[in-house]
């Protein structure tokens, strides 16, 4: 397959080609857990998601990482402000651990609802400082580094691509710093590696370390981590466009400086951002929005999901109810024609083979087959979601396509798209679910809700059992990420 990327490095469309054939290594920045995620960092995690399931659907296999912050961001990515972690711990009277431990499940809860495939390695950084320590000393025996005021910092003069990324001017920068940076740094630009006099003297999360008892500054970890599980230089590299002067700008100076090797990521990418009308959404000032708030004013996560790759993920989006209203209007009709196309298979019953098999002989030369290559183009053609929809519904609204066609077409898309099509259709249709007595249905349902707390208790002997019970009586159970459904087998 031809699969073109934005790369941000260089800011062109480039064609990819792994490193190693066949596979490949790929590191989203993941959340800083203080808090709920928003629905902007939620874009980002979505377009991970798609960037996975198209590599996955070409044939690679695919190795993600994604850290978890539980350590070290500052509320400025440039070493300022306050520690974001500690922060919240404070306004909410728990300990750091458990300010973490929550957002962290609920992070992945936001993730799991909209259709997001787990990451292969997630990874906390309070887990891996040794490895941080380790990589620090390998920057500081290559002369990158200097202490002053008890803190150990990059010197970013030692490094002579710095800023390529971002394509920074650092003349600008220096001219336009603000005053009251960090006295001990030497440029404007440099960042901590290791903090030992915190200027948080109640910072509950310290290490020993050769420069001190301290902590690590937030860029190390995600170098730290990335080279521990996919090498010192791996494929892709992404995270929100706002990475791209700072955050990621270091994490390329302190890999580069210790490994010596150069690219460390052969292709970054970005996303743009989500916005509200008013502007900006600051996780840290609590001025967001979050899915829960979204499913409260009564839209499913799949809406948001839906809303998402209606737009390109390198344009920024304004997020309105208006809008979002309109993704749920657009996926309820996506819904209708996908029933339609259900009700009007010949045998209902291949329904769900026809979703886990391969595309039959013949497919590609018929008019489904051209949706399906148009669609394949778009997603190739650096992740175009918006033509990727449109080819969706080309394929569910032309007549000249056959009912059991269209379905495969459909399902084959949603290996990428991640919308649940069938599933989420399904719920509805009369005759899948829903011809059995209301009182038949109830006794289903509050055995499926009794095996649900058996599993929730660990008592599988029992789960199993229900399922069982049901079987005999001909009802198929299935799990699915956030509920079990059932139909006549
Ligand atoms: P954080 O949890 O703050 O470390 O951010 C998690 C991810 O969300 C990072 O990749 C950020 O770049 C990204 N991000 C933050 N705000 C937005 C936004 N409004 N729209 C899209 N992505 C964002
Ligand atoms: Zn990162």
Same mark, same amino acid.
């Given at each position: 397959?031809?699969?073109?990327?934005?790369?941000?490095?260089?800011?062109?469309?480039?064609?990819?080609?792994?490193?190693?054939?066949?596979?490949?290594?790929?590191?989203?920045?993941? /959340?800083?857990?203080?808090?709920?995620?928003?629905?902007?960092?939620?874009?980002?995690?979505?377009?991970?998601?798609?960037?996975?399931?198209?590599?996955?659907?070409?044939?690679?296999?695919?190795?993600?990482?994604?850290?978890?912050?539980?350590?070290?961001?500052?509320?400025?990515?440039?070493?300022?402000?306050?520690?974001?972690?500690?922060?919240?711990?404070?306004?909410?009277?728990?300990?750091?651990?458990?300010? &973490?431990?929550?957002?962290?499940?609920?992070?992945?809860?936001?993730?799991?609802?909209?259709?997001?495939?787990?990451?292969?390695?997630?990874?906390?950084?309070?887990?891996?400082?040794?490895?941080?320590?380790?990589?620090?000393?390998?920057?500081?025996?290559?002369?990158?580094?200097?202490? @002053?005021?008890?803190?150990?910092?990059?010197?970013?003069?030692?490094?002579?691509?710095?800023?390529?990324?971002?394509?920074?001017?650092?003349?600008?920068?220096?001219?336009?710093?603000?005053?009251?940076?960090?006295?001990?740094?030497?440029?404007?630009?440099?960042?901590?590696?290791?903090?030992?006099?915190?200027?948080?003297?109640?910072?509950?999360?310290?290490?020993?370390?050769?420069?001190?008892?301290?902590?690590?500054?937030?860029?190390?970890?995600?170098?730290?981590?990335?080279?521990?599980?996919?090498?010192?230089?791996?494929?892709?590299?992404?995270?929100?466009?706002?990475?791209?002067?700072?955050?990621?700008?270091?994490?390329?100076?302190?890999?580069?400086?210790?490994?010596?090797?150069?690219?460390?990521?052969?292709?970054?990418?970005?996303?743009?951002?989500?916005?509200?009308?008013?502007?900006?959404?600051?996780?840290?000032?609590?001025?967001?929005?979050?899915?829960?708030?979204?499913?409260?004013?009564?839209?499913?996560?799949?809406?948001?999901?839906?809303?998402?790759?209606? @737009?390109?993920?390198?344009?920024?989006?304004?997020?309105?109810?208006?809008?979002?209203?309109?993704?749920?209007?657009?996926?309820?009709?996506?819904?209708?024609?996908?029933?339609?196309?259900?009700?009007?298979?010949?045998?209902?019953?291949?329904?769900?083979?026809?979703?886990?098999? /391969?595309?039959? /002989?013949?497919?590609?030369?018929?008019?489904?087959?051209?949706?399906?290559?148009?669609?394949?183009?778009?997603?190739?053609?650096?992740?175009?979601?918006?033509?990727?929809?449109?080819?969706?519904?080309?394929?569910?609204?032309?007549?000249?396509?056959?009912?059991?066609? &269209?379905?495969?077409?459909?399902?084959?898309?949603?290996?990428?798209?991640?919308?649940?099509?069938?599933?989420?259709?399904?719920?509805?249709?009369?005759?899948?679910?829903?011809?059995?007595?209301?009182?038949?249905?109830? &006794?289903?349902?509050?055995?499926?809700?009794?095996?649900?707390? @058996?599993?929730?208790?660990?008592?599988?002997?029992?789960?199993?059992?229900?399922?069982?019970?049901?079987?005999?009586?001909?009802?198929?159970?299935?799990?699915?990420?956030?509920?079990?459904?059932?139909?006549?087998?």
């Amino acid at each position: 397959m031809a699969l073109t990327l934005f790369n941000t490095l260089g800011r062109t469309l480039q064609p990819f080609e792994p490193l190693n054939a066949g596979k490949v290594g790929f590191y989203g920045c993941g /959340p800083t857990v203080y808090n709920y995620a928003h629905i902007g960092n939620l874009r980002a995690y979505v377009l991970h998601d798609i960037l996975v399931r198209t590599l996955r659907r070409a044939g690679f296999a695919v190795t993600h990482v994604m850290n978890i912050t539980d350590v070290g961001h500052l509320s400025g990515d440039n070493d300022e402000g306050d520690d974001k972690m500690l922060k919240s711990a404070e306004e909410r009277g728990k300990s750091v651990w458990e300010v &973490a431990e929550l957002y962290t499940q609920r992070f992945f809860q936001d993730t799991e609802q909209l259709n997001i495939q787990k990451p292969t390695v997630i990874c906390k950084a309070t887990e891996h400082i040794v490895d941080m320590i380790a990589l620090i000393k390998r920057i500081e025996e290559r002369g990158f580094t200097y202490q @002053a005021g008890g803190n150990l910092y990059f010197d970013i003069t030692k490094f002579t691509t710095y800023g390529e990324l971002g394509r920074l001017r650092l003349e600008d920068q220096k001219a336009g710093a603000r005053i009251g940076v960090d006295e001990n740094k030497r440029n404007p630009q440099d960042f901590v590696l290791w903090f030992t006099k915190s200027k948080f003297e109640n910072q509950a999360m310290v290490w020993d370390s050769p420069w001190g008892r301290g902590y690590p500054g937030w860029h190390i970890e995600c170098s730290a981590m990335s080279i521990k599980y996919l090498g010192e230089t791996f494929d892709i590299h992404a995270g929100g466009i706002d990475h791209v002067p700072i955050h990621h700008t270091n994490e390329i100076a302190q890999s580069e400086a210790a490994t010596g090797k150069h690219p460390w990521v052969r292709y970054w990418i970005h996303n743009e951002f989500l916005v509200l009308d008013k502007g900006k959404m600051s996780k840290s000032a609590g001025d967001i929005l979050t899915l829960q708030a979204l499913m409260d004013a009564g839209y499913e996560p799949l809406d948001y999901r839906y809303f998402l790759l209606g @737009a390109h993920y390198r344009s920024q989006v304004q997020f309105s109810y208006e809008a979002l209203t309109g993704a749920r209007n657009a996926r309820k009709s996506l819904m209708d024609r996908i029933r339609e196309r259900i009700k009007a298979l010949e045998d209902r019953g291949s329904l769900h083979a026809l979703q886990n098999q /391969p595309l039959p /002989p013949g497919f590609v030369e018929r008019k489904a087959g051209a949706y399906l290559r148009a669609f394949n183009a778009a997603l190739e053609d650096d992740l175009a979601t918006p033509r990727g929809l449109a080819e969706l519904w080309g394929i569910l609204r032309d007549p000249a396509v056959s009912a059991e066609d &269209a379905l495969r077409g459909a399902c084959n898309m949603d290996e990428v798209l991640g919308l649940n099509l069938v599933e989420e259709a399904e719920k509805q249709i009369p005759g899948v679910n829903h011809t059995e007595s209301p009182q038949l249905r109830d &006794a289903i349902e509050a055995l499926i809700a009794e095996r649900a707390m @058996a599993k929730n208790v660990r008592d599988f002997a029992k789960a199993d059992q229900i399922r069982q019970t049901l079987k005999e009586q001909g009802i198929i159970l299935e799990d699915r990420s956030t509920e079990t459904v059932w139909r006549r087998g």
